[in-house]
């Protein structure tokens, strides 16, 4: 069997996004293994631009149409399916972003491929073996693949950005998408950019960033007050910001900001794979957490099974001190 | 506006999950089960839409894990009817099984809207909506966060969350299969009192499920091996001590790390 691997580019406004090069450096490395070869397939308009950084690839797929310069679920999934059943690939990979949550099971399920969500890991070492994270990364789940082609979709993060990256040249097809647009009911409007927040949490060197366990609003006092202490700012979780407790510029993660701090305080936050997305960089990472098994201390560098509230005002009072 | 809403139940990560003896699923002896958390911001967002545009709300479920709780919590929140559907469920992790129970329900129904949380933690074949737009011939769209309905057009206007703060906007014509990401207002708090009142009004209908069993344990191109839970605290040192000892020792290292003084 031909080992292609098929990687499903994303861009946003111009620049393709990370998942794009962490996925073709895992696709390079597996097909360089089994004697594969590996295309990636890039939708919109305009796309030569990118040709140039996607080197790794043995081949550059453009797929161009003006009913596909902007992502729409049901545009994008239908040129996807009829694509991936021409192509006839090996293995799929999306990313399990914003865009790749809603096509890739799209496409999976209009194409009958089976689906395999969340992977943390994929070999192919004899047979192919996906490693996903569930229940929040509370556990991980391995499974070998037994019908080809297979759709993956692939948390960001989970491999290096910088193993995908490479500036050479590269065969490059071009196609035109096999469209019916008359069925299409989903038009792209616009997209729409936060206003500047009251904070920029990302351009902080200390982040107190809370999470759900800190139970309810307010019990936040306690983190702004030891926030002021360090002259930081409070990030949080999502569920912090959904429930209305802090404003959407604050929310770390998938959905929210990528910050780089030099300290990142992690307080009764689980570690969800959505919020690790937006955090894992920072240089430093001290999480509090109630639960001994919480997955954020795969990710922290310093842990402590305690009450975030009990340890943030002890720590609020020990910075006084000192202070004075 | 004639809303649709699925939800379902999965185990509470607050408590310990542990892996059955044959390793390869959760021990579901001791699992305790709440509704999964986007499901409960899609049951919001529908009471919302029909607080300003009329309508109904129906709410759907599988007999997994502890449902009557969960629907008639619905009812006491607004909707207006509660589907349990019932049969043989205990296959665990596979959405595609549980879209083909659900079909022949919501293919009955003229629903202008389907909504579901856009992702749970268990949805390990993929989240249930696209399966199931798919079945339905349905545009779909997930990660949404706002919404605005528009009858007079019949179509609604949708916000998906992008990377970043973005939001992408979009127009759809209905009918539509929606993944909510998080509703316009947060879930209402219901007092129990009520969901008590619900549980004796006794509203749910229970419907068993049609699916014929070989499509609903249909394999789905995996073999699971094993399952297994991370090593716990891999790479951290934890710190131990009384708050005050462990408020102590961050100190200490924020300080080496000139962040406090
Ligand atoms: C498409 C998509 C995008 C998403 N984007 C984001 C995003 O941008 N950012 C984000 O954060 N999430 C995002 N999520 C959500 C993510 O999946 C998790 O649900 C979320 O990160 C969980 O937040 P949390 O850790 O605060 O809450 P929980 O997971 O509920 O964790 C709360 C933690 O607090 C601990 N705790 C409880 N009491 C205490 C106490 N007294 N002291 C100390 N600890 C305590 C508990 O042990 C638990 O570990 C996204 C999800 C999806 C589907």
Redesign the pocket.
Known sequence: MNKHIIVIAEHMEGALADITFEMLGKAREIADAVSGSVTVVVLGKDLEPFVRKLGLADTVLLVEHDALAEYVPETYAQALATLLLERNPWLVFFGAT?MG?DISTLVASRTNMPFLAMAKNVTADGSVVVTSQIY?GKMFLDAVVTTFPAVISILPGAFKADAGMAEKETAVERIAPSLAESEIRTRFEQLVHPEAGDVDITQFPLLVSV?????NKENLAVFEDLAEKCRSAVAA????VDQGWLPMTR??????AIVKPKAYLA?????????VE?MKNAELIIA????KN?P?FSVAHYGAV????DVAQALAEKISGAQQ | MHVAVIMKQVPD??EELEVDPGGKLLDRSWLRFIPS??DEHALEQALLVKEEFGGTVDVFAVDIGEPDEMLYTALAKGADRAFKITGEFDYGLNNHTLADVYLPFLKREPYEMILNG??AIDDIDGPIGPILATKLGLPYVG?VSGMKPDPSTGTVHLRK?YPRGVLAEFRVAMPVFIGI?AAMKPPRYVPIARIQKAMRAGGIVEVAAEAPLETAQQVVGFDVERMYKPEAGRGAEMIEGSPEEIAERIFQILNENGLVR
């Open positions: 914003s949550l929040g999470g759900r366990g800190i139970q979780s999502r569920p912090v929310q770390v993660g998938r959905s929210g307080f009764g936050i689980s570690g969800a794979p959505e919020h937006g509090v957490n109630t639960d919480a954020i305690e009450d975030a509230m | 990560l607050v958390e986007y856009v992702q990660v969350e990401q």
